[in-house]
């Protein structure tokens, strides 16, 4: 929160001043009060994390007490045991605590670990392949902050436009990365080398045609960098079988970057599940209603007003008449009758310890959820926040340990047809290759009789 709000003011943002301010000292005194401990007392978090820690309080120069400069000199000792991510980031709090040596140490020792494609002319710094799915071994983030270290510190390394090439090379998803929190860090780090480099004062024409036939013309400028229309959308008609040809015309002063995104949908019937990391299977039941005697456990002795015994209760305890559901597994294609009630069961087997994942369980048309109101869960072992939406239900993980879990909930049949439910989606929202999907299921509701 406070990285954001700094970044807000710089923007010239109105922000609370005074909610600014409170957060940045409940965080310099929660650290120091934990640096005041004995060394194996101390709850500062992972080296990665203190790093972070570091940077945001020396945005506004918060680490001039003595207990934090003691622990910015160990954090700077224990480089070696932090990844290029750490660095990058403990890279920054020097240098905005003005330690030069130290912050070109620090960039010098990430940079090791840059690879270079020339024909490309690209660069990017090397990630554990181990664990990469953790925020502090992200990838693009991880090469976002190395972006900003090195404008920050060594503005003139020939390094900085191959890192921004390498950045916009991975954006897969036309105008965002991965997610929300690396497209802000990149955006960032772009800005910061724009307003180093020059790049936010272009002053070109551009055009864009497709196979020889101009489809948009338009002049940047520093004026409208950040509002012109960025975007060409070709569908339908536009996109005839065969081979296409896309030229991109430049007249004038300034770097142009693009990419070329490509969506489509399949028309296959019974789309089968797959995963990468996850996987999930999705099981319908239908409930029957039914009734079953339960013979009670022996009562014991009942209780007695004072001075009085004990009296005895029968031996055999009470029968008592239950309300229950028989589960009746339901395959793809089978018919319930509106009214009936179903249980969708998902069962998530997880190779790895994964954090802030969504399970999107697309429902058919014709059936709602039983539950009204979305919220908190407990469901074996996961406590999910779970969200009725029109078309679907949405399980959001917080934290999916390794093995295999199961997640439930029921819909009622409602509206008679034939209907299909198309793939339960599961994805790793800050890591959307962590991703599964389920087989289709098709369902048939007949009218009630």
Known sequence: MLQGLHAARQANVNVDGGV?????NFLQNAISKELAKPKDEQWIGHIQTQAY?????????????????????ELYAARGELNNYGRALLALAMHHEQRTDEAQTLLR????????????????????????????????????????????????????P??????LNNRRHGYYWRSTRDTALTIAAMVDYMQASGEAAPDYALTVSINGRPMKE???????????????????LHVQPGPHKVTL?????????????????????????????????????????KNEQVQLPDAGTAASPPGLRPQPLEKTGRTELRAGYTR???????????????????TITSKNVYDYLAFEDMKPAGCEPVELRSGGR??????????????????????????????????????????????????????????????????????HQ
């Open 20 to 24: 600014y301010e409170r957060g940045l």
């Open 53 to 73: 820690l570091a940077y945001v309080l020396s945005l506004e120069h918060r680490l001039n007490q003595d207990e934090t400069k003691t622990w910015l000199n």
């Open 328 to 346: 009746v597994p339901l395959k793809t294609g089978d018919a319930v009758t509106s009214g009936d009630r179903i249980e969708v069961v998902l």
């Open 218 to 236: 338009i002049r940047v400028t520093k004026e409208n960098l950040f509002t012109f229309d960025n975007r060409l959308v070709l569908s339908g």
């Open 109 to 160: 020792n990430v940079l090791q670990f840059v690879q270079r494609d020339d024909g490309n002319e690209t660069a990017w710094v090397r990630t554990p392949a181990q664990c990469w799915w953790f925020w502090w071994n992200n990838d693009i983030e991880t090469n976002a902050w190395t972006l900003k270290a090195i404008v920050a510190i060594d503005p003139q390394n020939d390094l900085t």
């Open 162 to 167: 191959r890192l921004v090439k390498w950045l």
């Open 378 to 447: 407990w469901a074996g072992g996961l406590c999910p926040h779970v969200e009725l939406r029109d078309e679907k239900v949405v399980f959001f993980v917080g934290l999916l340990e390794q093995g295999t879990h199961v997640l439930r909930y029921q819909l009622r049949a409602e509206t008679p047809g034939k209907f299909h439910a198309l793939p339960t989606t599961g994805f790793a929202m800050y890591a959307p290759e962590v991703r599964a999907i389920s087989d289709e299921m098709r369902l048939e509701i007949a009218d």
């Open 249 to 289: 015309t430049k007249k004038g002063e300034g770097a142009l970057y693009y990419s070329c995104y490509l969506s489509y949908f399949t028309k296959e019937e019974d789309v089968k599940g797959a995963g990468n990391e996850i996987f999930v299977k999705r099981e319908y039941f239908k409930l029957v209603p």
